[in-house]
């Protein structure tokens, strides 16, 4: 079993709807949540970190994190064609540690 | 600010002959990070970097790998001999120190290095 799963998509939405992309992990250890996204032939970009549970809101995106259920999610509101791209879920249980990723879903938002 | 830079961005060789991957970490980074995607799969730690001493190696695949920094600057990761399962996207990333106050909650990403063996 993979300490994180995510769903791979793809995911194919219309401008301006609400994009909801999730991961689930197994390792409890875990304590440094983050979410990448990756642009075609580039390296991943940091969008969002949350430490432990909560919620955490910057602009258009949303992270949240249930450490009860081991489950994370990425909402982003009025989605845009630039937000086309591979979101990855990351995770670590140090500040200093190695990430471990999800597969990564693929984004489509059509005009 | 520049950032992570990794060269070549592309390599295609042939099974059983070496290639050496370099990265160029941000200025002032201690810590350095190889990842690794291998075709349909996530990205895969291999090791990490602090200066020029390695913290961990656990993602190493086997001794055909060898990752080295000089000096606590840039990295190189070489491939001898390299083999068809080792063809993927190499990543490097690096942050700052640690300092307790400061926390490297995410890392920054070069663009990667796309290796083909065939």
């Known amino acids: 079993q993979k300490e994180v799963e995510q769903d791979p998509g793809p995911l194919s939405v219309p401008e301006g709807a609400i994009v909801s992309l999730n991961c689930t992990y197994s390792n409890s250890a875990f304590q440094y949540f983050m979410w990448y996204r990756q642009y075609s032939r580039k390296g991943p970009e940091l969008l969002m970190y949350t430490y432990s549970s909560g919620n955490k809101e910057d602009g258009r995106f949303t992270a949240q994190v249930d450490k009860s259920s081991k489950y994370i999610s990425l909402f982003i509101r009025d989605s845009q064609p630039s937000d086309s791209a591979t979101y990855l879920c990351?995770?670590?249980?140090?500040?200093?540690?190695?990430?471990?990723f999800g597969q990564g879903t693929i984004l489509t938002v059509h005009p | 600010e520049a950032g992570v830079t990794q060269f070549p961005s592309h390599s295609v060789i042939e099974k059983g002959q070496t290639v050496t991957l370099r990265c160029d970490p941000i200025s002032g980074h201690d810590n350095l990070y190889w990842y690794r995607r291998v075709m349909g799969k996530e990205i895969k730690f291999l090791l990490h970097f602090v200066k020029e001493s390695k913290q961990d190696e656990s993602g190493m695949p086997n001794n055909r790998f060898l990752a080295e920094r000089t000096g606590g600057t840039y990295s190189t990761l070489k491939v001898q001999p390299a083999e068809l399962e080792d063809s993927g996207v190499y990543f490097c990333?690096?942050?700052?120190?640690?300092?307790?106050?400061?926390?490297?909650?995410?890392?920054?990403f070069g663009s990667g290095t796309r290796l083909t063996v065939v």
């Open positions: 990351a995770m670590k249980a140090m500040s200093y540690g190695k990430l471990t």
């Open positions: 990333a690096s942050s700052q120190e640690d300092t307790g106050r400061v926390h490297n909650y995410g890392y920054t």
